[in-house]
């Protein structure tokens, strides 16, 4: 653990598959002239709902509302699909949204109040002002769009990949195609022979695919190119929780633990649990029939049972029933566990087996049941995407860091050995700065979700810290975890790398809390503390 204080900071270690991506053409339906006239229609519609001029205008309503239909958020997801998909993921790809169910409270990754949920990288305290950051990103890109300045769009950096090249085809004069998954336009580029595709930037690549439509209609060339895809048998890398078309043909499950007996959250991501088909008594479990129909690559949703009551991994089925077994793989542990208060009344959810019945183990899942729960899981576990890390070794550490060599040394050998040591000095010598790139240096790489960071004040108690009860909206009172102690499940869930706690300010901390720190104490001890 890595701590400091105003004279102060702390850093505690812990210790693809390939999914076919099915490219369905709407031409094979309605024919390639309707199809056509249809996004056609959706681009005129789109340009005469959001004008470019109208853009500096738009309100925090208009850009996000839970009246779907209307806003630009969901004309750029839902309305406008015909004209390139960004479907699936995370709502936070919007940059700021307004949520239904509040869920990403100890996420230090994002912020938000009670109607709206925005990046913390924006640095802003309110919805309207994380908005002006985004409404200003869009004008950005829409603008440049508009004059064929595409290169600008590498460098904006507050919205996503995805969500922004759709932006820039909406504006671009049909000078863009409707493609923006990075990896689709570089084997698009690579059929059309060019050379070291896969280090471009999208507007290069954009640029190259261009030259190769001629005097093609743009839509007429868009067809073509979903057909070149589809014939190559285009395979996207991506996690096998892929929420996207990509499971269009599979299954979904609720799978129940009972940390009494076993648990999800424990499970090592790949570890893969046996489950027999009968309980303990010989009798089969209830609605077998539910065992028998689950399928190999089967998504499963995995949800520990009291006192947990917690969706904490997602898994998949690796070995169908043979009668007497079934096996499931741990795809993905879930740094933000959703708790069951935040989803049990979702009108969406009504119907599912497990809401109406409890009693049993696995559960059918419908597929809208599905996308409701998924998309809650990404609002506070927003999927890594798929690319290189930046490398970060000792070498670096000493060109950005005021250091000798030898206090390096000196201070890695420490953490590792003792794991955990303060950075006391003067407020402003850069002693977060220092702990940061120390945790850097010793994973190797820059790797932001292996690393929290926290700021320790008068009032952090225990129950922030690790877990307490909290009272709840029925009057009652409900198991609230820290964000220690996610931090925790997150490093058990990998226990193959090391996870990094930065505490600021701890001795602006309440010290005489003691459980607090003995919660943070490292001890070669086989005995038990009662706190």
């Not at 085809?169 to 690579?190: E, G, H, R, W």
């Amino acid at each position: 653990m890595l701590v400091t204080m105003s004279v102060t900071m702390s850093v505690i270690i812990f210790k693809k598959r390939k999914i076919m991506n099915d490219i369905k053409l709407t031409s094979d339906k309605i024919g390639k002239k309707e199809v056509k006239k249809l996004r056609q229609k959706l681009l005129k519609d789109f340009l005469h709902t959001f004008p470019l001029d109208s853009l500096q205008g738009m309100t925090l309503e208009q850009y996000t509302n839970l009246n779907k239909d209307d806003s630009f958020c969901y004309w750029l997801e839902s309305r406008t699909y015909e004209l390139g998909s960004i479907w699936g993921g995370s709502s936070y790809k919007f940059g700021i949204y307004e949520y239904r169910i509040k869920t990403n409270i100890h996420n230090t990754k994002f912020i938000s109040d009670e109607k709206y949920a925005w990046y913390a990288r924006y640095n802003k305290p309110t919805a309207q002002e994380a908005f002006n950051v985004v409404k200003n990103a869009i004008i950005k890109i829409a603008t440049n769009a508009s004059y064929g300045n595409f290169e600008v769009l590498d460098t904006i950096t507050e919205l996503g990949e995805g969500y922004r090249w759709k932006i820039a085809f909406l504006y671009s004069n049909n000078q863009l195609i409707p493609i923006y998954k990075k990896d689709m336009l570089v084997q698009l580029a690579t059929h059309f022979g060019l050379a070291g595709a896969k280090a471009m930037p999208i507007s290069k690549l954009q640029a190259f695919l261009m030259q190769q439509k001629g005097d093609k209609d743009i839509f007429d060339y868009y067809e073509e190119l979903l057909t070149i895809l589809k014939e190559l048998d285009y395979v996207q890398t991506t996690e096998a929780t892929n929420e996207t078309e990509d499971n269009i043909n599979k299954q979904y499950w609720w799978l129940v633990a009972s940390p009494k007996i076993w648990s999800f959250s424990k499970m090592k991501v790949g570890e893969i649990q046996d489950y027999t088909l009968y309980n303990e008594n010989g009798n089969p479990r209830r609605i077998f029939q539910n065992f028998v129909n689950a399928k190999k690559g089967d998504i499963v949703i995995g949800y520990e049972a009291n006192p947990v009551k917690q969706i904490v991994a997602i898994a998949e089925i690796d070995t169908p029933s043979d009668g007497q077994h079934i096996c499931f793989k741990k795809v993905e542990s879930l740094q933000y566990p959703i708790d069951y208060a935040s989803f049990k009344d979702a009108p969406e959810l009504k119907s599912m087996e497990f809401i109406q019945n409890k009693n049993g183990s696995l559960f059918k899942v419908a597929p809208d049941e599905y996308e409701y729960l998924i998309d809650l899981i990404r609002e506070s576990n927003p999927k890594e995407e798929n690319k290189q890390l930046k490398p970060y070794t000792q070498e670096n550490f000493l060109n950005e860091v005021y250091m000798s060599e030898e206090d390096y040394t000196k201070l890695r050998l420490l953490l590792q050995n003792k794991k955990n040591i303060i950075l006391q000095g003067a407020p402003g010598v850069g002693k977060t700065f220092s702990a940061k790139r120390l945790a850097y240096s010793m994973m190797g790489d820059i790797h932001e979700s292996r690393i929290e960071f926290i700021q320790f004040h008068q009032n952090y108690s225990y129950e922030d810290f690790m877990m307490g009860y909290r009272p709840n909206e029925d009057g009652g009172f409900e198991l609230k975890k820290g964000v220690f102690y996610n931090f925790c499940k997150r490093a058990q869930s990998n226990p193959d790398k090391d996870y990094y706690f930065i505490i600021d300010e701890i001795n602006r901390g309440n010290l005489s809390k003691k459980s607090v720190v003995n919660m943070m104490s490292y001890r070669k001890t086989t005995s038990s503390i009662r706190l």
